[in-house]
């Protein structure tokens, strides 16, 4: 089977967390741009990702979507960079625990609140997250573990969960607590973080811009 490692992304989208991760990982990968005017929807993508969204990998015949899953699976797919706890290693759990709380309190948490969605005292029960300010809470309880959510490990759940935390600080969905912040800036300020958001800077840089319409 072909090992190929092909990353489908647009430089403004989702996408830009699974770059890091493909920093981390430090293999060789193809990057596939997609345009969101024209070939995200295509066919052609559309048989890798029916829901025609960024990112998407595909690693020899298996393809993976969603941002969660490819750094998961990215770090079980390449064990040599030590981005997941082995089987058997009790940080396991914590490592599976954070990469899916950012995949579903967070994410929802803060979508809901950047739309306005509020949720009411006797609805919390019915909202997975509880309320946006059990999350926050959540959010700070992983931090307590240390430098990182698996204390002074790095692992692909800070790729995914740090990503949410850097992105709602940024755009003012998350609060600004002092250890989110202290957090976030010690992701921004790895190496693969610099190279991924360097890349990906640059192809934005790169896109022509519309010509302005004359007055």
């Known amino acids: 089977m072909s090992e190929d490692l092909i990353f489908y992304t647009n430089p403004m989208s989702r996408g830009r967390i699974v770059r890091w991760m493909l920093e981390e990982v430090g293999q060789p990968y193809e990057t596939e741009i997609l345009s969101y005017e024209t070939t995200l929807k295509s066919p052609a993508y559309l048989a890798i990702n029916p829901m025609g969204k960024v990112p998407a990998i595909k690693h020899g015949d298996t393809v993976v979507t969603e941002c969660g899953a490819i750094c998961a699976y990215l770090a079980d797919a390449f064990p040599q960079a030590g981005l997941a706890p082995p089987l058997g290693d009790k940080r396991r759990g914590p490592y599976f625990r954070w990469m899916f709380f950012a995949a579903g309190p967070i994410e929802a948490a803060v979508t809901n609140r950047s739309l306005g969605v509020e949720i009411k005292p006797e609805q919390k029960r019915m909202a997975g997250y509880g309320s946006y300010e059990d999350v926050m809470n959540g ?77």
């Open 139 to 215: 959010i700070e309880t992983a931090l307590t573990a240390g430098d990182y959510v698996l204390g002074d490990t790095f692992s692909a759940a800070d790729v995914y969960f740090g990503s949410h935390i850097g992105w709602g600080l940024q755009f003012g969905s998350i609060e600004k607590r002092p250890s989110f912040e202290r957090y976030n800036e010690r992701l921004q300020n790895r190496p693969a973080a610099v190279r991924a958001r360097a890349i990906d800077d640059a192809l934005i840089a790169a896109q022509p811009r519309p010509e302005p319409v004359p007055a």
